[in-house]
């Protein structure tokens, strides 16, 4: 590995954010399971969390297009094979009442993309908290009970005769509105992750290159 590429694994990793998550309540379209891991990888985020669709978690090629087939992963920390997704830790939940007793349990304030009579603009919330984003299956959306049991409803404001962008475009929207407001805050102006964590992830990422990672 050269110098140049360690300074590089280094400085994505300084700007890791321990505190910002998303929650895919059974995204099932392999090329929206991935788009939304890249946008996590974008704006800094440390581990995805997923709640397996009927079929399982979408499985990615080595370039990062989407696979027909659907596998399920492991439990935790697992990487997907997509280059950009290689450095996001994707966490699987068997339900979703689990998933979010664990992110609460944790400290995180749990934002759904769900339209409702609660629902404020994506843009009024205080991201530099602990977030995680709750996005739903591609159809239906965010679950009544995910809905329920969320802190707060977030929505894009749409202008035209749609009333709802595509899962993983919404995300992006989102997580970068998060990226805008910890910038601001300088919450990536040095590094986030306890000491102890810092060196087991970065070994983690260290042992991914070597295997090939990009």
Not at 44 to 73: Q, T
Not at 93 to 113: E, I, R, S, W
């Amino acid at each position: 590995m050269t110098p140049e590429r360690l300074a590089k694994i280094r400085s994505v990793l300084d700007k890791r954010q321990p505190d910002l998550t998303v929650l895919m309540e059974r995204v099932h379209k392999p090329h929206n399971f991935s788009a939304i891991l890249r946008s996590c990888d974008a704006v800094g985020v440390l581990e995805a969390h997923a709640i397996p669709a009927r079929y399982g978690i979408p499985e990615l090629a080595d370039d990062g297009s989407a696979l027909s087939k659907l596998s399920l992963r492991g439990k935790t920390f697992n990487e997907t094979s997509g280059s950009a997704s290689k450095w996001v830790g994707l966490r699987v939940h068997d339900q979703t009442l689990t998933a979010l007793a664990h992110l609460k349990a944790q400290g995180f304030q749990v934002l759904a993309a769900h339209f409702s009579e609660r629902a404020v603009d994506y843009r009024q919330v205080d991201y530099t908290r602990p977030a995680c984003i709750l996005l739903g299956t591609e159809k239906w959306g965010v679950s009544p009970e995910a809905a329920e049991r969320s802190d707060a409803h977030i929505l894009i404001p749409m202008m035209g005769m749609v009333q709802s962008l595509n899962v993983s475009v919404a995300a992006a929207v989102i997580l970068f509105e998060a990226q805008r407001q910890r910038l601001q805050a300088g919450l990536y102006d040095q590094p986030r992750l306890p000491p102890g964590l810092y060196e087991e992830v970065l070994e983690n990422w260290l042992l991914r290159h070597a295997r090939g990672g990009h």
